[in-house]
């Protein structure tokens, strides 16, 4: 389906966008960094996730509104990628990778939950939604591993 954007939310969907390329960006790094592979096949997996949405994103800036049931298996956005050096600039421990993503996800998804309150278009909103709550569920596989590993105290 074919929209056309407000100004409003083609500014929200912009923001949105440089969102999920710094998404991208720090689960390529840190994929690259962690010490544990556990903690890199999860970078790796929610990665994969970003760059749909970040496909996402930009099938909306361009008016148009993606079907979120056959959007599945849209994953290969090839981002480009990145130099080593860029992943060599500083070295976080395994748990400080994990405070940033974690941070970096319920800032994501809170800023998805705001931007769905000024569209207008109910497919547009959905498909916000779905963007979302796939931001809460790399949230949880971040939480649930930091839990796993006593980084994460809930007590
Ligand atoms: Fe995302
Ligand atoms: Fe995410």
Known sequence: MQ???????RL??????????LCIEKYTVYEKQAIDNQLKQICNANCKV????????????????????????QNQNPMQNL??????GINLSDKDMCTDLLMTEKHVSGSYDTAIFEFRDTGARDVLNHIQ???QKHGEAIFKYMESKGMYNVK
């Open 50 to 73: 970003e760059r749909s949405h970040l496909d996402t994103i930009n099938q909306l800036l361009a008016g148009n509104v993606p079907d979120i049931n056959q959007n599945q298996n």
């Open 3 to 9: 929209i056309t954007l407000t100004q409003k939310e």
């Open 83 to 88: 130099s080593s050096s860029q992943a060599s």
């Open 12 to 21: 929200l969907l912009e923001d949105q966008k440089s969102h999920e390329e």
């Open 133 to 135: 709550k796939e931001e």
